[in-house]
């Protein structure tokens, strides 16, 4: 792999250390997934509540369509030797599924509860939407109270308790543990698995014929893809590691929020030239298309129910590891079990919110 860096590099004629090319790949990502999110509406929320409230499933499907692409992408990258997916935190070999789960039903309501998930309100910051920087930072400030301050030590005691270390943490290691081959297991793992979620997708007539949104879930998909290919490989460097990974929120907003108050103290990450990318990236393309647009609040009310589910969303981000986006498509690529564990939690909870006696009443505004 560090062959292939070299080759890259030297095609493109440049000589950026790989920090500076994981950095750069980062920002261009998070430029696309801003340009993209803003403009096909993506989000995970409003296409649940869609497909709950108005028979409407088109959304669920993109985001179905993302998940796919992420999954067969991800996985013929670790076929190919390209990024091993095992050193991310997604297939650790311990993890504490109840932990998990509860960050994902408290994570699931709290993105109802606030009108968007963490991504989305970083895309609608850049179209002017003055609500989401309330949600952003609170989900800044919940999700570092809950890995490093305040609630850190509850979470550890929690996790240490109740971690297990299962012999298959991944769906590719429960058939290579059958006897499949480590090629074919990821191989077979990828399109069984994918190919039921572009079933999903595709055998809704409606969806069929809503080409922005396939096209979106696509593009997605492939960004979830690049941001392996960045960090896995592009990345890989002895002298100077990087962390496996690719498109996630909580963490990279937080890291983001304390980054601009301590940078004397901080370095850049892919994270935080992530985000920067999709702020960039929203606004950029808001003012293009002229829908950039101040918005507040309707009421106190509002802005209560805004800080509460960024506040689940911070603190169940950071007990899941990850969002709709982190572990919803980045971690569900990798088809680890912790994050199989995860988004179940993270519908679960969603469909709580939507649905039955705690449902959260739908606001009037977006």
Known sequence: MAHFNGEFLAFWGCSMDSITLVLAGAFAIGLAFGVVALLSGFCLTSGLRNWSQNNDGRGVRTFALAAAVSVIGAQLLAVFGLVDLGKS???????????????????????????????RAL???????????????????????????????????????????????????????????????????????????????????????????????????????AGWFVTGNLGN????????????????????????????????????????????????TALATGSFALEG??????????????????????MAYGCTIGQGLTGLSTLGLPSMIGVAGILLGATAALRGPIRVPALQTA
């Open 89 to 119: 935190i997604y297939l650790q070999p311990s993890f504490s599924a109840p932990l998990i789960a509860f960050g994902g039903l408290i994570f699931g309501y709290g993105m109802v509860l606030a009108n968007a998930c963490a991504s």
């Open 123 to 225: 895309v609608l910051l850049g179209r002017g939407n003055l609500r989401s920087l309330v949600v952003i930072i609170i989900i800044a400030i919940v999700s570092q109270m809950t890995l490093k301050g305040l609630i850190a030590p509850a979470r550890i005691a929690f996790l240490n308790w109740t971690a297990t270390a299962p012999h298959s943490i991944s769906l590719p290691a429960l058939l290579s543990a059958s006897g499949v081959g480590a090629s074919p297991a990821h191989l077979l793992a990828a399109f069984i698995f994918g190919g039921a979620l572009i079933a999903f997708a595709f055998t809704h007539a409606p969806f069929r014929r809503a080409y922005g949104q396939a096209a979106a879930g696509i593009a997605i998909g492939a960004m979830v893809v």
């Open 237 to 284: 460097d002895d002298f100077n590691p990087v962390t496996v990974t690719s498109i996630s929120f909580i963490a990279p907003i937080a890291d983001t929020v304390q980054y601009v108050m301590l940078s004397t103290g901080s370095t850049l990450s892919f994270g935080i030239a992530l985000v920067a990318g999709v702020l960039v990236g929203s606004f950029g």
């Open 297 to 318: 609040y309707n009421s106190p009310r509002h802005m209560l129910r805004s800080i509460a589910g960024a506040a689940l969303m911070g603190a169940g981000g950071a």
